[in-house]
């Protein structure tokens, strides 16, 4: 990414230099330090993520597994900082739900409350269901994750499960 533009802010001499030794302690200089506060690498990603989800819409299934396997490889504290914010792509109803159930399955996992965001996400007004086949819908009735079925998805397997 080119940069192209400059950021100024006004700050107290003891600020500066609280950040000034912050960065050196992690070996970067100034600039890189702040904007690794600002916007750090798992937020970009998932981010990024979410981008591609939105504007892929033939790849959705590849998307939610690389979500599902990056949330997996987090650390909770990685985690907070990655989906902190809510998706900045418009994301369609069904892709808003799945990401908004694996993002509160995986904060149930770490044992962390899920951000406010995924919480604004309407439900889906139609169950959808990971087969056609209709003898399968009671097993994926009781076995899909609390955040999907809450979400009228219907799965049998969510982040950290593979079928």
Sequence with gaps: MSKTHQLQIRISAEDKARISARAARAGMDVSKWVLQQALPPAERKFQALCLELATRPDARSFMIAEFQDW???????????????????????????????????????????PPRWTGAVKALDTPWFASSLKSLRL????????????????????VGQRV
């Design 71 to 113: 949330f997996t490889r987090l650390t909770a504290s990685e985690y907070m900082r990655a989906v902190r914010h809510a998706p900045e792509a418009r994301l369609a109803p069904f892709e808003a739900n799945y990401l908004a159930a694996m993002v509160e399955q995986a904060a149930a996992i770490h044992g962390i409350s």
């Design 139 to 158: 097993w994926l009735l009781t076995q899909s994750p609390p955040p999907f079925r809450r979400r009228n998805l219907f799965i049998d397997s969510g």
